[in-house]
């Protein structure tokens, strides 16, 4: 394993203390860990926080900041955060506007950020998860864990912090956040495996003539593994997976204020259709180049263009990595003028920065 | 009656560290089949935790105590799925032992029914889905027998180990539909499940810190 660290141990912290280093407007917590707005927010703002495993960077510290994220718990690498990060990192963020997880469907995520929902709630700070569930490899949820959270996640944390910096409230939020994931969908595929620090071998062996097509941020499993092939193969094979796919409709948990308790909801995503306008993201699995993303931009807008799709705001780069992977993903976001007021809005975070 | 001791229970906690540790790489290995190759690293982070405080978990003469902080010091510490499923089962275990300084079996099948209960609780799994629950909810039904037959401690521990091996052993030829192994599907099947399988390691470790192998 050759990696750009010092000690096992010490890999998240010392990313967080060059964070710091590097970006005056966050600010980190080590004991527990995450990292937050530097400034105090306005009075009544909800407060936007996600986490997850880290290894996905920039998301999500690097999308801490104004129009985006208030706060992010980093678990260790690929391994969900604990309930106690979560619940010290609201207390210290909220502003009596409420606190909103964004938490990926992982089972490890969605139980961990529970867990600091029900603590937070029973405090009287009013707190609501919203998950995210777009990855189209996963065809089924009765018999998996369900639809992994994969890219809807950045262009979601952009839509919904930038509402929460507009004044929406909680139940507001929640609202958008909702819709934007009932409206994402993404497939990512892998050219090499990574290999997870402690590991210090790769996470799963891939020969060196072959690929995984819908493979997960951590390395999943996919749909099938191939043989290599080309740019534009690879970007079809994705492209159509997303575009083909057909109404998805789960039971996601969100907090009940009324029952003081969890309650099941159905969130159906419409299939995509011609006519639709979408924001797209073509992301880096951390070790791709541009210049590769550049192609598969180019066929993704190809294909969308003879679909009748309009591509009306665009992301090419690495946003939702798995460490050192090859590979990309595509993810569709159906916009609106709702959505696409909220893309466009400033943001200044140390991953993503426009409009300011 | 016969009980088992404070210094018993710390005892298993403590030893349940080093077990863990031990089987560090095969649980992560067994992870690495199925999952994300980082059960063994949790479960290890965790339980270090639960040995730096084991001073102070042993100052408390009070069960429930001990527990309750055990549970809390893995939920702050395991992350992953594991780290709210043990977390819980800890947290629940210890609500029914109440100014509990020993424990008759009946106390020990209560603590970890409630246990158990918090798992599926937490992680909406019942028994056949490949999970720890496979290897904990048949060594309590098992406890639960030997409440009922009047069984020495001895007796209530190597039947209930003998169920949660069964139950683990189980596991191979389970399809996953819970957790991270789930996204395999079919190809789930023939891998033992790594948290039924941490969850048999903690409980041989509960029964080999009260009854010496040769006594
Ligand atoms: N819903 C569930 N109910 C009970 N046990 C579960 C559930 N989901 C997973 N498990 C158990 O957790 C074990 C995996 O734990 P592990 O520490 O590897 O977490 P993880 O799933 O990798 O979490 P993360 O994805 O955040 O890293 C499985 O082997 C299984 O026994
Ligand atoms: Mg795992």
């Known amino acids: ?356 | 009656m016969e009980t088992i001791k404070q210094a018993q229970v710390i005892n298993w906690l403590e030893k349940t560290a080093h077990v863990i540790g031990e089987n560090k790489d095969y649980l992560t290995k067994l992870d690495s089949d199925i999952g994300d190759a980082d059960h063994g690293f949790n479960m290890e982070r965790g339980f270090n935790k639960v040995l730096e405080k084991i001073n102070e978990l042993a100052a408390s003469e009070d069960l429930q105590a001990v527990l309750k902080n055990t549970g809390m010091t893995l939920l702050s510490s395991i992350g992953g799925a594991s780290g709210p499923l043990y977390g819980s089962f800890f947290l629940q275990a210890a609500l029914p032992l109440e100014g509990k300084t020993e424990l008759t079996v009946e106390d020990l099948a209560n603590s970890f029914g409630k246990g158990v209960d918090g798992i599926k609780a937490r992680g909406r799994a019942s028994k056949g889905e490949k999970t720890m629950i496979d290897t904990l909810e048949p060594a309590i039904d098992a406890l639960l027998l030997s409440v009922k037959n009047k069984d020495s401690i001895e007796t209530a521990l190597s039947n209930m180990l003998a169920a949660a091996e069964e139950g683990m052993k189980f596991t191979i030829d389970m399809i996953a539909t819970k957790g991270r192994a789930s996204y395999l599907g079919d190809r789930s099947i023939g891998h033992q499940d790594p948290g039924a399988t941490s969850s048999f390691l903690i409980l041989k470790t509960l029964k080999e810190s009260i009854i010496q192998p040769n006594s």
């Not at chain 1, 493979?215 to 997976?241: C, F, N, W, Y």
């Not at chain 1, 192609?295 to 798995?322: D, F, P, Q, W």
Request: charge should be negative; hydrophobic fraction near 40%; proline fraction near 4%.
């Open chain 1, 1 to 356: 394993m050759k990696k750009l660290i010092n000690k096992i141990p010490d890999v998240i912290t010392e990313q967080m203390q060059g964070m710091l280093a590097a970006h005056p407007e966050i600010e980190i917590s080590l004991e527990p860990k995450y990292i937050k707005r530097a400034s105090a927010t306005r009075k009544g703002k909800v407060a936007i926080i996600s986490g997850g495993g880290s290894g996905h960077e920039p998301m999500h510290g690097g999308f801490v900041g104004t129009g985006m994220l208030d706060a992010a718990c980093p678990g260790e690498v690929f391994t969900s955060p604990t309930p106690d990060q979560m619940y010290e990192c609201a207390k210290a963020t909220q502003n009596e506007g409420g606190v909103l997880f964004l938490v990926k469907n992982y089972t490890g995520d969605i139980m961990n950020f529970e867990m600091a929902a029900e603590m937070l709630n029973a405090e009287g700070i009013q707190t609501q998860n919203i998950i995210i569930d777009d990855d189209v490899a996963v065809k089924d949820s009765l018999y998996t864990a369900g639809r992994r959270g994969v890219g809807t996640t950045v262009i979601l944390e952009k839509i919904v912090g930038a509402a929460a910096e507009a004044g929406y409230d909680l139940n507001k939020c929640a609202d958008l956040a909702r819709k934007v994931n009932s409206r994402g969908r993404s497939m990512g595929m892998a050219l090499t495996s990574c290999i997870v620090p402690a590991a210090g071998k790769p996470n799963f062996d891939i020969d060196e003539d072959e690929i995984e097509i819908g493979v997960g941020i951590h390395g999943e499993p996919g749909r099938k593994r191939i043989s290599h092939t080309t740019a534009d193969e690879i970007t079809q094979m994705l492209t159509t997976a997303i575009l083909e796919d057909k109404d998805y409709s789960r039971i996601l948990r969100e907090w009940s204020f009324s029952n003081n308790g969890w309650e099941e909801k159905e969130l159906t995503s419409d299939a995509f259709k011609s006519g639709d306008q979408m924001i797209a993201l073509v992301n880096g699995m951390g070790s791709t180049p541009i210049s590769e993303l550049y192609t598969v931009y180019r066929k993704l807008h190809e294909i969308c263009s003879a679909k009748k799709i309009t591509l009306a705001r665009n992301l090419v780069g690495s946003y939702i990595t798995a460490l050192d992977m090859q590979g990309c993903s595509v993810t569709l976001v159906r916009a609106d003028d709702e959505i696409l007021k909220f893309w466009d809005a400033p943001v200044l975070t140390p991953g993503l920065r426009w409009g300011v």
